[in-house]
């Protein structure tokens, strides 16, 4: 049975959730706060954690960034907040995916399945590549540049992975966002942006003009060496 960590400081939307999901066979946990949520991740960690942002005592965000340091569950932030800079800054932390309040619960069940199955799949192994001051190593989860070790959140490793598959390869939208989110988000176009924008940030010497992770307008994006 699929274990979900449901986080929120309302009651109502943590008995909403309860209801919902115990009536399609998932096991649920529920916290009301941050501490509460990280205590209980360290018990037991879940399959899948469903996060609010706003919560009494540690942000969500900051939630999220503890989870990250030891664990790759995957998780889908809840929130009432609809600015840009908010899910960036989420996702950036390391979430997998963001729903806004108020969602209907066929499209986050069908959120939480997707990120339910990117937690259990295990793709080939992508090759190490060293070109100038980079070496990625996805079979490690390594990432060094200039001699400095670069942390990557989970769905950075996945786009990164899938892209070092194809080197030189046009690989695209489309086939990018259905191996990274899942056939749902063939037009979530916004993820890739999103994404690619902070693996540029970490990667490249130079984010607005990248050597190594480039956007072919419209198509779809390549891995060059």
């Given at each position: 049975?699929?274990?979900?960590?449901?986080?929120?400081?309302?009651?109502?939307?943590?008995?909403?959730?309860?209801?919902?999901?115990r009536?399609?066979?998932?096991?649920?946990?529920?916290?009301?706060?941050?501490?509460?949520?990280?205590?209980?991740?360290?018990?037991?960690?879940p399959?899948v954690?469903l996060?609010?942002?706003g919560?009494?005592?540690v942000?969500?965000?900051?939630?999220?960034?503890r989870?990250?340091?030891?664990?790759?569950?995957?998780?889908?932030?809840?929130?009432?907040?609809?600015?840009?800079?908010?899910?960036?800054?989420?996702?950036?932390?390391?979430?997998?995916?963001?729903?806004?309040k108020?969602?209907g619960?066929?499209e986050?069940?069908?959120?939480?399945?997707?990120?339910?199955?990117?937690?259990?799949?295990?793709?080939?192994?992508?090759?190490?590549?060293?070109?100038?001051?980079?070496?990625?190593?996805?079979?490690?989860?390594?990432a060094?540049?200039?001699?400095?070790?670069?942390?990557?959140?989970?769905?950075e490793?996945?786009?990164?992975?899938?892209?070092?598959?194809?080197?030189?390869?046009?690989?695209?939208?489309?086939?990018?966002?259905?191996?990274?989110?899942?056939?749902?988000?063939?037009?979530?176009?916004?993820?890739?942006?999103?994404?690619?924008?902070?693996?540029r940030?970490?990667?490249?010497?130079?984010?607005a003009?990248?050597?190594?992770?480039?956007?072919e307008?419209?198509?779809?994006?390549?891995?060059?060496?």
């Amino acid at each position: 049975m699929t274990v979900v960590l449901a986080v929120d400081d309302d009651r109502a939307i943590l008995r909403t959730l309860r209801i919902n999901l115990r009536a399609r066979d998932y096991e649920v946990e529920t916290a009301g706060d941050g501490r509460s949520a990280l205590q209980a991740v360290a018990e037991r960690v879940p399959d899948v954690i469903l996060l609010d942002l706003g919560l009494p005592d540690v942000s969500g965000t900051e939630v999220i960034r503890r989870i990250r340091a030891t664990s790759s569950v995957p998780i889908v932030v809840l929130s009432a907040r609809h600015e840009a800079d908010d899910k960036v800054e989420a996702l950036d932390a390391g979430a997998d995916d963001y729903v806004t309040k108020p969602f209907g619960m066929e499209e986050l069940l069908a959120r939480l399945r997707a990120a339910v199955r990117r937690g259990g799949t295990s793709p080939s192994p992508s090759p190490a590549v060293s070109v100038g001051g980079l070496v990625i190593d996805p079979e490690d989860g390594t990432a060094v540049k200039s001699g400095v070790e670069v942390h990557l959140t989970p769905t950075e490793w996945r786009i990164v992975t899938a892209l070092l598959r194809r080197p030189g390869r046009l690989v695209r939208q489309s086939e990018l966002l259905r191996e990274v989110w899942g056939p749902a988000y063939e037009r979530e176009t916004h993820y890739l942006r999103v994404y690619l924008a902070q693996i540029r940030r970490k990667l490249e010497d130079d984010p607005a003009n990248p050597r190594h992770f480039v956007t072919e307008p419209g198509l779809g994006y390549r891995f060059v060496g």
